[in-house]
Structure formats: C-alpha cells, structure tokens
C-alpha cells in the first residue's frame, strides 16, 4: 500500500484503485495509463512538481495530453521564475520515484494546483504512488484533500 493510499484511507475518501503492468519501454506514463485502462485521455491526470522563485516546491496537477504553462503558474503563485524542479529534488520531497509521483500521500505538503479542466468531471485518475497503479477519485474529493485550487495552467 503506497502513501497515497494510506492517506486516502486515513481520511475516509472514496476512492478505486487500478493496476496494470507497466511496460518499462513507454514512453509516456500517463498516455500508457490512458491506454491500459482504456479510460479517456482528458480524465488522467500527471502530477509535476515545480520549483518556485529558487525558493520552494509546488505542484500542478494537469491533463496528461496537456503541456504545463509555467507562465500561467507563476501568476496563480505569485512568483517571479517557475521551473521544473530537478527529479532527485521531486523523490527526496514527494518519496516516489518519477513515472509514479502521486499527489498524495507526498512526504512533503505543497501547494498545489489542479487544471480548471478537472472540475468539470465526475472522477479522474491520478497516479497512486508507482508506475503502474493510478487512483481514481473525484476532483473534488482530490481538491479537499491536498488543499489545492483550480486554476487554469495549460498550454493553450
């Protein structure tokens, strides 16, 4: 059971669980999600941790087919610089090894923010802690959970 998990268990919060085998060759690990668990594209979402001003870590948490607008973020987080934190910075603040990087259960809380998209869905799959498992949850259950918002941080 990954801490994700465990959080989610701690704090009452329905919640499916699905697993498949990971195939080491892809390419994309959330497109592969996409593709295992026959579910569409726009309900999977990837978790990607940035680093702010130099400062500290935040997460966005995006559709997988969509590409993170660091310029957006720094807005909705007041910064100045954003950007992708350094994966050996990713595993010492979160404890999972990148390709699994769930939002939850993190080793450390961050702030977080969820692609406006997500609101709209009555659940979406996020990575539960390893490559090959993902979570599926509601939005707002995630939301409530991580203390996070909606922004809009997409690429348009």
């Not at 001003?53 to 087919?65: E, K």
């Not at 720094?74 to 992708?84: E, R, S, T």
């Not at 450390?108 to 659940?123: F, M, R």
């Amino acid at each position: 059971m990954t801490p994700a998990v465990k959080q989610l268990k701690k704090s009452q919060i329905p919640y499916k669980l699905h697993q498949y085998q990971h195939d080491a060759s892809a390419k994309s690990y959330g497109l592969e999600a996409v593709e295992k668990l026959q579910v569409s594209a726009e309900t999977v979402f990837k978790t990607l941790v940035v680093d702010v001003d130099n400062n500290y870590l935040a997460v966005a948490i995006i559709p997988v087919l969509s590409q993170l607008s660091l310029k957006k973020l720094a807005k909705v987080l007041n910064a100045k610089k954003i950007k992708m934190a350094e994966p050996n910075k990713v595993q010492s603040s979160s404890g999972y090894v990148l390709g699994g990087v769930s939002p939850l259960g993190q080793k450390k809380s961050l702030i977080t923010v969820v692609n406006d998209t997500a609101e709209a869905l009555n659940s979406l799959y996020v990575s539960g802690g390893k490559r090959g498992l993902e979570i599926e949850l509601s939005p707002k259950d995630l939301i409530l959970t991580l203390q996070a918002s909606y922004e809009d941080i997409v690429s348009a």
